[in-house]
């Protein structure tokens, strides 16, 4: 059985919503081509998962009118908790379901020509610059069905520029709030790094009410230049009812780094795609990711590092727990391509399972074409060990309590590596709501 995958959109919809944003025609023109490709084109091909049954293309509006809000104070306690409110000159973005509802930057950044602004501004006041990198280097349109409807209905998102040569000491921040049921959301987050400069960008997406159908079609984009170093956490915390895609790729210049600080907490079926591409000689990716699945869901989760360069460096690390009846897949690889000599690839990959019908699979792949290198994997996947239980509910602590501890203490490992404090502080929050 499959789902109904006739696009609810045509062609005379795209050029009406495209002139309605003010867009210039090479968007216009990406848009129509994405449009159909996206009608010919499969699904992506997630790894012992079927997803042609998910529903990605239907939902009840594409666009929905939301209003922004005129302070922090009239944000709703579940995005306060993600921000510091008392910080005066913070840099942040926040946007309700499409809607751009809340934009500050410090004048510092903006003096060091900074540019942090919502996709569709940018695409107006930026437009060259922004033409440049989407969608050119890291994702492309004609990937598959989701990257080519992403392109023509993209909707929302967020544009970072940092110019060469400079450092951004203070994280940059962006929410995503859903709080419209019938709001489909087609998020681009396209962050550029230049030479020599450095950035960290953390992001939140979060739910307030549950959706039938809701459908969220995430794509990110680092471009991070020569020497440049951009540091990328995200919480994800969508509600059950919401099938998601989400595809974070980085690409890295001479020297680069790119840092993954990722949180998958969505209670609704995912497919998550997390690569790497590392180009430029002697660059580094590091990728960290923690997933807590429950209730009857179905995820996805692929994080890849391909070593193009040579002396590149790819790390994942990625512990995933399972309770209830729901099922993830971890694939990890780590790619080197031929002529990528003196590179190192590593992962290690995690899962625990609480429940006998939560099911988790870890994949590692090393796919090797040089000979001069390094490379290692290692992963695990397993129950609850009962003498730990055991032990614990020997002492007095319920069996529920005693099932939290565990959970966390096979979490925090990857936690307390994050490189974002925030993103640690927001992670052990969610994991803590998840588990009770």
Known sequence: MTVETNLPVDREYIRSFSAEKGEGQWLADLRLAALEKAEELPLPKADKTKITNWNFTQFPSHTVTSEPFS?????????????????????????????????????????????????????REHSDLVQKYFMTSAVQPDEHKLTALHAALMNGGAF???????????????????????????????????????????????????????VVNIVAEVIAGTNAKVVYGAVDNLASGTTTYVNRRGVTGRDARIEWALGMMNDGDTVSENVTNLIGDGSFADTKQVVVGRGSQSQNFTTKVVHFGKHTEGYILK????????KSI????????????????????????????????????????????TAGHAASVGRVDPLQLYYLMSRGISRHEAERLIIHGFLAPVVEKMPIEGVKQQLTRVIERKVR
Do not use: C
């Not at 512990?319 to 729901?326: E, L, Q, T």
């Not at 780590?334 to 099911?359: F, P, T, Y």
């Open 160 to 214: 970072l520029y940092v110019p060469k040569n400079v450092e951004v000491k203070e994280p940059i921040q962006a929410v995503y709030l859903q709080d419209n049921s019938e709001a489909a959301l087609f998020n681009h987050v396209l962050v550029v790094a230049d030479d020599n400069s450095a950035v960290t960008y953390v992001e939140n997406y979060v739910s307030t009410v549950a959706a039938e159908s809701g």
């Open 71 to 123: 302070s922090l104070e009239e944000l709703p306690e579940e995005v306060k908790t993600l921000i510091n409110m008392e910080e005066a000159n913070k840099t942040l973005y926040i946007q309700r379901n499409q809607t751009p509802a809340f934009l500050s930057i410090s004048e510092e950044l903006a003096e060091q020509g900074v540019i942090f602004t919502d996709i569709a501004t940018a695409v």
């Open 319 to 326: 512990h995933g727990v399972m309770k209830d009846a729901a």
């Open 330 to 373: 971890f694939n990890g690889i780590g790619k080197i391509e031929h002529g990528a000599s003196k590179s190192n690839a590593e992962q290690e990959s995690r899962v625990l399972m609480l429940s006998e019908k939560a099911r988790g699979d870890a994949n590692p792949i090393l796919l090797i074409d040089e000979d001069d290198v």
